[in-house]
């Protein structure tokens, strides 16, 4: 039996636009984003293992070394959530 909680991880992150427009001006930088799921341990972990789960769903645990003081943004919810924890440390109350 796994151990942890099912959790989707999205990462979302700017493409390269191609294309230039008309005028000459660069287009947009568009979002893609990519999500996967994987059992995360979430009890009993830290807020640095915490970060290093969600980069290991994406193989980006090797790349990237989240510190007290330092890391990626990114934001938590869950399905019934009030709020959406958002790093480093702030709480929006969802409508």
């Given at each position: 039996?796994?151990?942890?909680?099912?959790?989707?991880?999205?990462?979302?992150?700017?493409?390269?636009?191609?294309?230039?427009?008309?005028?000459?001006?660069?287009?947009?930088?568009?979002?893609?984003?990519?999500?996967?799921?994987?059992?995360?341990?979430?009890?009993?972990?830290?807020?640095?293992?915490?970060?290093?789960?969600?980069?290991m769903?994406?193989?980006l645990?090797?790349?990237?070394?989240?510190?007290?003081?330092?890391?990626?943004?990114?934001?938590?919810?869950?399905?019934?959530?009030?709020?959406?924890?958002?790093?480093?440390?702030?709480?929006?109350?969802?409508?």
């Open positions: 039996m796994l151990s942890g909680h099912l959790c989707n991880v999205t990462l979302v992150y700017p493409t390269t636009p191609t294309a230039v427009t008309a005028r000459g001006k660069a287009a947009a930088v568009k979002k893609s984003k990519i999500t996967k799921m994987d059992t995360v341990v979430i009890e009993g972990i830290s807020r640095v293992q915490f970060v290093e789960a969600i980069l769903v994406h193989g645990s090797e790349k990237f070394s989240p510190g007290v003081h330092s890391g990626p943004s990114f934001k938590v919810w869950w399905n019934g959530a009030r709020y959406v924890y958002i790093s480093p440390g702030f709480k929006l109350k969802l409508t």
